[in-house]
Structure formats: C-alpha cells, structure tokens
C-alpha cells in the first residue's frame, strides 16, 4: 500500500533544495566558525530492494500525475564529497538499521519501508 499524496505531503515535496541551493547553503554555513549541519536524504533506488524500488516506482507515478518532482537522491559517497567539498571534515552518516537499531522502538515505522534513509551530521 502506497502512502497517500495530499496537499501537506505536496507541499513538503516542493520544499526539497535543488543541487544549486543546497551548495550555496553550505558555503553559506561553511562561513560561520565551527558551524554544524544535520539533514536527511535517500539512496537512489538501485540501493533498495526489488520490492521497495517498486514501491518507489509507484510513488514516482504519483508525483508525475500531480506534477510533482521527485526527491533528489544522493550516494553516500557523494554526500561526503559534496560536504567536505565545502570544508566540512567531520561526517557522521548514520543510515536506515543504524537508525532503527540506535533508536528501537521509537522508529518501528521505519524499517523496511524506509530503507535508504539516511541522517547526516557534518561538522565545520
């Protein structure tokens, strides 16, 4: 069952950055002393299940009727690039069973629909 599409949800689709605005944020952040960043982001399909790239298909369905853009997907390779290219040298990706196992019962909802999440926090 696919998670239902409804103006909130619409709404929190359009908020994601685009690749430009999430690089001037860091340079941005990059120039405040001692700076720190936490954000979320997904591994592209290819990193999921045959069962969750085909619930992923199915949400990407969704957007497309409502011409909507799906989220930007990154690796996590990438991100760490992406983060140390703006001078952030201490990175902790934590992914989806670190976070389940970390935090247990407070994330049941997580697994398995949710693999591929990932929660990052960089410092300057």
């Known amino acids: 069952m696919l998670p239902r599409i409804t103006p909130d949800t619409r709404a929190a689709s359009r908020s994601y950055l685009t690749p430009d605005a999430i690089g001037r944020t860091l340079d941005y952040m990059s120039s405040i002393q001692r700076s720190e960043v936490v954000f979320d982001y997904l591994e592209p399909p290819e990193a999921f299940s045959e069962e969750l790239r085909q619930l992923e298909t199915e949400r990407t369905e969704q957007l497309k009727k409502i011409d909507e853009r799906s989220v930007i ?3 996590p390779a990438g991100i760490a690039a992406i983060l140390r290219s703006h001078g952030f040298c201490t990175i902790e990706d ?3 069973q670190e976070i389940a196992s ?6 049941q909802g997580l ?3 949710h693999a591929g999440i990932h929660v990052v926090h960089a410092k300057h």
Do not use: K, L, M
């Open 102 to 107: 970390r935090f247990s019962r407070a994330v």
């Open 111 to 113: 697994a398995p629909g």
């Open 73 to 75: 997907r990154f690796e």
């Open 94 to 96: 934590t992914n989806s």
